[in-house]
């Protein structure tokens, strides 16, 4: 059914070429569309095959496919990946909009590979986390929710908010080089301690984890551990470990009907009233109000 999708030129030429969905990512052998593909991995980790060659995707990656290029995905048995897939043509942001709306080199990020040259590739990818990570995933999943429920003028909802996402995302690349140029063989080390330690976060979440039995297992103190995903993250272990389990939180509310005490212990919360706090700071509603509301 997704690679018919995926495949189906028939299926994006229709009055509204537009499509997304947030999904768990399996193989999927190389293929080509005429369409625009933007992905952005929630979770996990795989390999993105483009272009006939292999990357390394995890979570925090935002790429985008052109009309006429090829790409693949692979994931390791044992491995989940979760994407937000979204799949447009050219022509359903029209250019007389973006000159209404004064957007000119703004939607340059719109044209640019997913990845530049296999020698300077992971200086150029875009990766983002925390805040920017995190107003990313609410436009995509705020255009999921219009996708699904067409309500009144959810086309043009989810027009605009296209928009506002191809333009958040050019100010990140933009900004990208500044921020993150030619790491020391020492910080490169740093950092993936720290994307291990996010890793292992994202496949444990559910279980009862401790920063002491983080420390033996990295071999890191405590400060340590702390500080090196204050460095790449710009979170604390807890912090990031409670963002990745109030996401999980959201995506069961919406594609289960367990109870809110139910959802919280399968994310990892025995504590209901600390699960609330903790998802209306972090949502700005109660779980029960995001889900009657998605």
């Not at 250019?95 to 703004?106: F, G, K, P, V, Y």
């Not at 983002?128 to 999943?141: D, F, I, K, N, P």
Request: hydrophobic share 40%; proline share 4%.
């Amino acid at each position: 059914m997704r690679e018919d999708i995926l495949t189906s030129n028939n299926y994006m030429k229709t009055e509204f070429p537009f499509w997304i969905s947030r999904t768990i990512q399996g193989n999927i052998h190389e293929h080509g569309h005429e369409f625009v593909e933007l992905v952005f991995v929630v979770r996990g980790i795989g390999v993105h095959l483009f272009q006939g060659s292999p990357y390394e995707i995890q979570a925090g990656d935002v790429f985008i496919i052109n009309p006429g290029e090829t790409h693949a995905y692979a994931v390791e048995p044992g491995e989940q990946m979760e994407i937000v897939n979204c799949l447009f043509m050219p022509s359903f942001i029209p250019d007389a909009l973006l000159t209404e709306l004064e957007i000119t080199n703004s939607m340059d990020y719109f044209y640019v590979h997913p990845f530049l040259t296999h020698e300077v590739r992971f200086n150029h990818r875009l990766n983002l986390h925390g805040q920017e990570a995190a107003h990313v995933l609410t436009l995509l999943e705020s255009m999921i929710r219009e996708m699904n429920a067409r309500s009144t003028g959810h086309k043009t909802i989810i027009r605009l908010q296209l928009i506002e996402l191809l333009v958040l995302l050019s100010r990140y690349y933009t900004l990208m080089p500044q921020t993150r140029s030619h790491p020391s063989p020492r910080q490169l080390d740093r950092e993936m301690t720290a994307k291990r330690i996010h890793g292992y976060l994202e496949r444990n979440y559910e279980k009862k984890i401790t920063l002491q039995s983080l420390s033996a297992l990295f071999n890191s103190s405590i400060r340590q551990l702390n500080r090196l995903m204050r460095e790449e993250y710009d979170r604390s272990v807890f912090e990031v470990l409670h963002e990745i389990r109030i996401e999980r939180a959201k995506h069961l509310l919406m594609e289960t009907d367990e109870k809110v005490i139910v959802v919280a212990t399968m994310v990892g919360y025995e504590d209901q009233s600390f699960f609330n706090r903790l998802f209306v700071r972090h949502v700005g509603c109660s779980p029960s109000r995001f889900r009657s509301t998605g």
